[in-house]
């Protein structure tokens, strides 16, 4: 105990910057999913992008994310003619690799919404655009948030990646402790306390969402 109250501003570090990296890969999936799934989507499908974003999410689902954040660091850096940093580089790669997830769960999202919804915008007389922003997301939104949510947790235990490219973030953090200190028990059992206490809470807020969802009648 006295070792990690020793290396505490060590390990508030890896804590900073395991959420930083958490909150930037998945506000930038979020938005990534949100434009491809709501374009690739059945009533707002474009032809002439649909093979793009279907080639984009075959590629983010089928290369694990330690692979691409390799590619990310090591690979691009060479084809672009200048060095990317360690954070930024694991930080885009992870929202590649999650944009793929999310543009699924927002594309059956909307494609789950009945389709007289539709016909009954347009028959008013909405534009699709204005449709889908005040009628079919945020119908698709009580349905989408709970799996949202959990892939964005197994976003947040994917940045324990970022230790291999030498980003100290909470599992790189420890690592550097144990190497000093030779004393693994204790650090790998606080990482795994944090990483559950960061779980838990996302596990509260599906709950409380579904409980929401549950009161209003909505599932």
Do not use: H
Request: glycine content about 8%.
């Amino acid at each position: 105990m006295n070792t990690l109250f020793l290396y505490m501003p060590l390990i508030a570090k890896g804590v900073g910057t395991t959420i930083s990296a958490w909150l930037c890969a998945a506000i930038g999936s979020f938005l990534i999913g949100l434009v491809f799934g709501v374009i690739s989507s059945n009533y707002l499908k474009y032809s002439k992008i649909g093979w793009a974003v279907k080639t984009y999410t075959f590629v983010a689902k089928g290369i694990p994310a330690y692979v691409q954040i390799l590619i990310a660091y090591f690979v691009l850096p060479s084809l672009l003619g200048f060095s990317i940093p360690p954070f930024l580089a694991a930080c885009c790669a992870l929202m590649f690799c999650s944009g793929g997830y999310v543009t699924e769960i927002v594309r059956a999202g909307i494609n789950s919404v009945p389709k007289g919804q539709w016909d009954a915008a347009f028959v008013l007389g909405y534009p699709k655009i204005v449709a889908l922003k005040n009628i079919i997301l945020p119908q698709a939104l009580r349905t989408v948030l709970p799996p949202l949510l959990g892939e964005f947790e197994q976003l947040l235990k994917s940045t324990s990646l970022l230790a291999t490219i030498g980003v100290t973030e909470l599992t790189r953090a420890g690592q550097n402790i144990i190497s000093r200190e030779l004393n693994p028990f204790a650090v790998y059992i606080m990482i795994a306390c944090l990483y559950l206490l960061f779980s838990g809470i996302i596990q509260v807020v599906i709950y409380c969402l579904k409980k929401r969802k549950k009161c209003y009648g909505l599932c």
